[in-house]
């Protein structure tokens, strides 16, 4: 985008989800969203991060992606304990899981159609639901 400010959009959009815009956080929003909606691992974007020559740890990225997670910015997707995702379309929507390759693909919400959710406990309510179709190749 011609005429605007490198980091104008990332410190925009941290604003707009109430987090400070702190340099770090800043090159993080750049490498997460300047190429679209993306599913990534706190590792590879700790590479990425390292690739660009930001110096990050990876306890900070691990810290970051669970801020962003928690304001809304992103969406975390746990394929399996300990194996998350972060995905930066943070709209409702479900997964496919690629099991051989781990490639997320994003299913739009009004292509699943849930009949039935079980009885919550006393005192719960749903907040959301998540499906995610775990495929291999035929």
Do not use: C, W
């Not at 394929?79 to 930066?88: I, L, P």
């Not at 899981?97 to 749903?126: C, N, Y």
Request: no cysteine.
């Amino acid at each position: 985008m011609t005429g605007i400010r490198p980091f104008t959009q990332a410190r925009e959009r941290l604003k707009r989800h109430g987090l400070r815009p702190t340099r770090q956080r800043l090159a993080l929003v750049r490498l997460l969203f300047d190429r679209g909606d993306r599913h990534v691992t706190a590792a590879q974007l700790h590479a990425e991060a390292a690739a660009a020559g930001v110096r990050v740890s990876l306890a900070t990225i691990y810290n970051t992606l669970n801020q962003f997670t928690a304001a809304g910015v992103l969406r975390e997707v746990v394929v399996e304990a300990g194996r998350s995702y972060f995905d930066t379309n943070a709209s409702e929507h479900h997964h496919i899981l690629v099991e051989p390759t781990g490639e997320l693909i994003d299913i739009p919400a009004s292509d699943v159609q849930v009949s039935a959710a079980p009885r919550l406990p006393e005192g719960m309510a749903l907040r959301r639901m998540d499906v995610i179709l775990r495929v291999t190749r035929a």
